[in-house]
């Protein structure tokens, strides 16, 4: 997570709202679904923690036809690939590490019995397993970021597989010639990058025979939005769709329910809350194939609910829900389109990115654009939306652009766009093959204008952006504690 906000103003719900149900003693006949996570076999809800959604945790099927184009061979791929799981940033460690006295107080909750909910309290299974956890001591600030066992391996397998998906582009050991890698300065994305390596060339293989271009190019190049000032009050302010939700009855009401099945009298702190969710996402992401002890502190549905708003920031940050996000990526695309249309190589590109950049560049392609906004009023509206994090920007999630030669076609060259394995299916191409005529006639402005003068916001100054952004941090500083990942 950058930033925690914590819900200064939620709270205050609950210490001023005179009819709630906590306050005071009094006490609904039941808070919550009556629900054990230890003995559900599906536990679909892990499937749905936005961002930081395991890659492999949907048992992806293997892929094969979608990359099969009859009478065509690929030529050229360019490659965006986000890291995988990560441990906490050193902000985060401190506040997990003291979910331990918090499990110890929900323990006592329950041998007490007498603070207990009516209908929906914990099951023994689910009690045992936080009985059982204790914070990782081997995670400290020194390795904060860092790449994990789990981060690792998930890339390794993404490169393994579409090294033997295009085994005329990644045949080859590797040559400078044929193939450029970038990552970012950050450990996790230059981990990634070596994982990925070491799943094209084998463990054997030293990533540092590699010429990659300097680190600053690089973040130039992947990264460009730090160096354009943006209006984080228009995303996360007071006004903002973000803020709205998490000052909303739907979180609000959650939060009071999590605290009742949690065994206590009033509601905890809204932080706290979402810290055990962060721990239940952390768990699952680092064990995809184990029990989080934290995530049987919530429901399914409760789950549903807390995904929804990194959904609603990203969608404003770096999705649809911004005309001007659409810039930001400009020297990005360039870069793609130039080199599909190069006929020299390298034949293979691989970036090692971020979510930032991901989800930027999905929304620069027009992806996964759903008819209505998001907002903070219309979440179950939005229930099957398209701009869903989880099903579109999980861990480890990558975008393969293919460029394929097709000699019995009238229109010879073809692209297909591939998100996390299956084709985008854009509705100016058939059934996700595309002619390169018309990639280059809907992408063209990146290639037409000046990307230096051309990505940053129109409209305003720099200098005028970072003046509402400085006014907004001070008015802001008490709430700006809590957001979700963003990495």
Known sequence: MEFQIKLFVVHLLFLTINSVDLINGQRRSFCCQEYCYDSDKEKTQINYFSSKTSYFIEKRKQPGKEFFVPNCTPEKIWFYVRHGARLPKNKEIKRLRKLEKVRDKIIKNYEKHNTLPKYGEMCDSDLNLL????????ITKEYDEHLTVQGWNEVKKIALRFKGLFPDIFKTPYDKEKYLFRYTDADR?????????????????DPKSIEVPPGEENNNL??????????????????????KYLESKIMYRLVSDVSERLGFKTPLEPEVVFDMYDMCIY?????????????????????????????????????????GNSRLLCSLMNDMLTHLESKTEPKAIVYLTHSSSFLLLLSTLGAYKDAAPLKADNYYSMSNRKWRLSNIAPLASNLATVKYNCPNEIEQEKVMFFLNEEPIEFDWCNMGLCDWKDVK????????VNCDEYYCYSGAS???IITKVLIAGVSMSFIIKYAFFHS
């Open 131 to 138: 009985k059982k956890w204790k914070w990782d001591s081997n």
């Open 283 to 323: 768990d699952q992401a680092w064990n995809p194939e184990k029990t989080s002890a934290w995530c049987s502190a919530f429901t399914p549905s409760q789950i549903y609910h807390l995904e929804y708003p990194e959904d609603l920031r990203k969608y404003y940050e770096s999705g649809h829900g911004r005309v």
């Open 462 to 464: 720099a200098t005028a």
């Open 222 to 243: 992947i990264m460009p939005y730090f160096l354009c000032p943006t209006d984080k009050e228009e995303t996360r302010g007071n006004r903002s769709e973000y803020r």
């Open 441 to 448: 006639e809907n992408y063209k402005i990146y290639t037409q």
């Open 189 to 205: 994305s230059e981990s990634t990058f070596q994982a990925y390596v070491d799943g094209l060339f084998g463990s054997d293989f």
